[in-house]
């Protein structure tokens, strides 16, 4: 049971099932539309609505056992990243969405997953 008084700081990423070390922070969005208020020059009329990709992103630790082939050629995959208050939220039919960049100095892989559908459990 995770502690009702910790909101942030661990973190976990697991992708296509298989937990990877997380390199500091990860961002992430449910991909709700956005929307965007419409104003003519006598009132305030309502707003405007677009669609939005529902990403997971951030850093990844690359260790001997770490597959980076299959994670940077990844479609149809099953992204899930759980919070400090053991929220998570799951990504499916993800496909990794960002160059294939490493860093020897930190031993790194930032990643994005971007996908059809995301939820919050």
Do not use: W
């Not at 070390?21 to 956005?34: I, R, T």
């Not at 260790?63 to 053991?86: E, F, P, Q, Y």
């Not at 020897?104 to 996908?115: K, N, P, S």
């Amino acid at each position: 049971m995770t502690d009702p008084n910790r909101i942030a700081g661990y973190m976990e990423i697991v992708i296509n099932g298989t937990k990877v070390g997380a390199a500091g922070a990860f961002s992430y969005d449910l991909g709700f539309p956005k929307r965007e208020g419409v104003v003519g020059p006598d009132a305030h009329h309502g707003y405007k609505e677009a669609p939005k990709v529902a990403f997971i992103e951030g850093a990844i630790v690359i260790k001997a056992d770490t597959d980076i082939t299959s994670i940077c050629t990844a479609t149809n995959a099953s992204v899930v990243l759980t919070l400090a208050t053991g929220e998570q939220i799951m990504l499916g039919d993800a496909y990794y969405a960002r160059d294939n960049t490493g860093d020897t100095d930190g031993g790194t892989l930032q990643v994005r997953f971007e996908g059809m559908r995301a939820n919050e459990v």
